[in-house]
C-alpha cells in the first residue's frame, strides 16, 4: 500500500489539491442536476467561459514573469467600446486593427513602467485600473455603444460556429495552444521562468528581465483585446463597464491553474484547466437554485484556499510558524 509522507502529502496538495477539490464539485453537481453533465450544458460553459479563458492566458505570462496585470477588465471595456464605436465609422476591418493597436499601445505602457522603470505591478495596474476606466468613459461620453448593422459580419466572432463548435472556444482552443507552445518550448518562454523564479539570476545569466516583462504585458494586451472583440462581437453592443470585474475572475482562473503568485511557475494548459473549473462551479452552482451572488464568495473562498495550498507546498508546512 502507497503511503505518503507528511511532507510529501502537503506537496502532493499544493500541486493537486484544487483538482481533487474540482472532482469533487463535478460529483456533487452532477448527483444534484442531471442535466450539468449533458453535451449542451458542457458545450455551453465552455462558451461563456472563453472570454475569461483568453484573458486567463495572457495573464498566465505576467503572473509566471513574477508581477500582476489588474488593469485587464477595464482595458478590455476599453477594447470593446472602440471597436463598437468604430465598427460603424469606419468599417469592421479597420475597426478591429485600431481597437488591437490601442489596447497594445496601453500594454506597451504598463510593460514599459514595470519593466524598464522597474515599478511595483500591483501599483501600476491598480492604478491604470482607474485610469483606462476613466479613459474609456471619456471616449464613450459616459454612453453604451450599439452597431447599427446586426446583420454585419463581425458576428461572426462572438455567436458563429465552425463545424458545431462556436467560434469564441475555437479562438480559446487555438490561442492557448500558441501561447502554449511559446511558453513552453521557446526560448523566451524559458526567458519568462528565469525571471520571474529569480530576476537576478536571470539577470546575470544574460537576461533582459526588462525586455521579457514588457513582452509579457504586450501578450496580456493582446489577449484583453481578443476578448473585446469576442465580447463586442457576441452582443454588438455593450455598456461602457462590462469588463469591471473580470480581473478577479481571471486571476482566481490563473491561480487555481497552478500559477504562482511568486512567479516562476505555471502553464497555459493548466491555466484552460483552471478557466473551466472556475467556469463549471459557477454553472453547477446556478443549477442548483443558488443566487448569481453566490459565486462571488464562492470564488473568494476558491482564491485563498489556492493561494494557501501554493505557498503551503513550497514552504512544505501548512502553517506559518510563529515569528
Not at 80 to 98: M, N, R, S, Y
Not at 150 to 166: L, N, R, T
Request: glycine content about 12%; proline content about 2%; aromatic content about 10%.
Amino acid at each position: 500500500m502507497l503511503r505518503l509522507s507528511k511532507d510529501e502529502a502537503i506537496r502532493f496538495l499544493g500541486k493537486q489539491g484544487i483538482l481533487a477539490a474540482f472532482v469533487i464539485f463535478m460529483l456533487v453537481f452532477a448527483l444534484a442536476e442531471a442535466k450539468f453533465i449533458s453535451a449542451d450544458n458542457v458545450l455551453s460553459v465552455i462558451r461563456s467561459s472563453a472570454i475569461i479563458g483568453v484573458m486567463a492566458l495572457g495573464v498566465t505570462f505576467v503572473v509566471v514573469s513574477g508581477n500582476l496585470d489588474l488593469s485587464i477588465g477595464s482595458m478590455m471595456s476599453f477594447s470593446t467600446i472602440v471597436v463598437l464605436d468604430l465598427h460603424d465609422k469606419i468599417g469592421p476591418v479597420l475597426a478591429i486593427l485600431a481597437m488591437f493597436s490601442l489596447t497594445l499601445l496601453l500594454g506597451a505602457l504598463i510593460g514599459f513602467l514595470v519593466g524598464y522603470l522597474r515599478l511595483n505591478s500591483l501599483i501600476v495596474t491598480l492604478g491604470m485600473l482607474s485610469a483606462i476606466h476613466g479613459l474609456t468613459l471619456t471616449y464613450s461620453g459616459g454612453k453604451n455603444m450599439d452597431i447599427s448593422d446586426k446583420s454585419s459580419w463581425f458576428s461572426f466572432f462572438g455567436q458563429d460556429s465552425v463545424m458545431g463548435i462556436p467560434v469564441p472556444i475555437l479562438i480559446f482552443a487555438l490561442l492557448a495552444a500558441l501561447l502554449g507552445i511559446i511558453l513552453s518550448k521557446t526560448p523566451f518562454g524559458r526567458k519568462i521562468y528565469a525571471v520571474g523564479g529569480n530576476g537576478t539570476a536571470a539577470t546575470f545569466s544574460g537576461i533582459s528581465r526588462s525586455k521579457t516583462v514588457f513582452f509579457c504585458y504586450l501578450i496580456s494586451s493582446f489577449c484583453v483585446a481578443t476578448a473585446g472583440l469576442i465580447q463586442a462581437s457576441r452582443s454588438l453592443g455593450s455598456q461602457n463597464t462590462v469588463g469591471q470585474g473580470l480581473e478577479l475572475e481571471v486571476l482566481a482562473a490563473v491561480i487555481l491553474g497552478g500559477a504562482s503568485l511568486l512567479g516562476g511557475a505555471g502553464t497555459i494548459a493548466k491555466t484552460v484547466v483552471g478557466v473551466l473549473m472556475l467556469g463549471f462551479i459557477q454553472n453547477g452552482l446556478l443549477l442548483m437554485g443558488l443566487q448569481f451572488y453566490v459565486q462571488f464568495v464562492v470564488t473568494w473562498v476558491i482564491i485563498i484556499l489556492a493561494v494557501w495550498l501554493d505557498i503551503a507546498g513550497k514552504r512544505g508546512k501548512l502553517w506559518s510558524p510563529l515569528a
